[in-house]
């Protein structure tokens, strides 16, 4: 079946520090792949998405490249806010089939001025 | 930017109670979804909704739970004899078509049973 499996959070991080967020997957056929981010109190918003090898996602000053050789999607930030802090969610949607979006555990984020 | 609202925000019920959680999806999309968290694990899904009948649903959704559109606008969930292992976040989230199409979440209704 499908997967998300993401890094163990929280992470923490100092203002203006550079952010990498692992995610791999395990799908059938050639899934779509997103991340999503959880402010506070809120419900989960898309921050951004790759449906197809190589493409690059990105969106507010994060990127992710979907690696269809490492089968992985990690989130990158260079330069991280205060704002920032959140709890990101990887997901993915298997391209056969099931169009319900398969999250992971998700990484609680914590960015000190 | 259209919403998806869920109340209420917090409800609390007594275990064996039965609850209903309610959802607005945004208005022009057509698929509609319940996720649930319990405090500090992943986001799991519970039943999809198209076409006025559930399309897919996981092993969590068992006899006790229910989904409804009563008037096309709102989509509820019913547990009819809460447990204690209920209590979660429970997710609404629509979207306007099925692949590759972003959900968009409401903020959730935290649902404790005690």
């Known amino acids: 079946g499908n997967s998300v499996t993401q890094m163990e959070g929280p992470v923490t991080l100092s203002e203006e520090a550079f952010l990498t967020i692992n995610c791999t997957y395990t799908a059938t056929g050639y899934p779509s792949l997103f991340w999503y981010v959880q402010y506070p109190g809120e419900g989960l918003q898309l921050l951004l998405k790759?449906?197809?090898?190589?493409d690059k996602g990105s969106n507010k000053g994060f990127e992710a490249t979907y690696r269809k050789e490492t089968t992985s999607f990690h989130l990158e930030k260079g330069s991280v806010q205060v704002s920032d802090s959140a709890v990101y969610f990887c997901?993915?949607?298997?391209?056969?089939?099931?169009?319900?979006?398969?999250f992971g555990r998700g990484t609680s984020l914590i960015v000190h001025p | 930017e259209p919403e998806v609202t869920q109340t209420p925000s917090h409800q609390v019920t007594q275990m064996g109670q039965e609850v209903i959680l309610r959802c607005v999806p945004i208005?022009?999309?057509?698929?509609f979804y319940w996720y649930r968290q319990i405090l500090g694990q992943k986001v799991e899904f519970l039943v999809s909704f198209y076409n006025n009948e559930i399309s897919e649903k996981s092993e969590i959704f068992d006899d006790q739970f229910s989904v409804e559109r009563p008037d096309g606008s709102n989509f509820t969930l019913k547990i009819r004899s809460t447990k204690l292992e209920d209590s979660a976040m429970y997710f609404c989230?629509?979207?306007?078509?099925?692949?590759?199409?972003?959900?968009?979440f409401g903020n959730g209704t935290r649902l404790t049973v005690t």
């Open positions: 208005s022009n999309h057509l698929y």
């Open positions: 997901a993915l949607i298997s391209s056969g089939g099931s169009y319900i979006p398969t």
């Open positions: 790759a449906t197809k090898a190589d």
């Open positions: 989230a629509s979207s306007r078509e099925g692949q590759n199409s972003p959900l968009h």
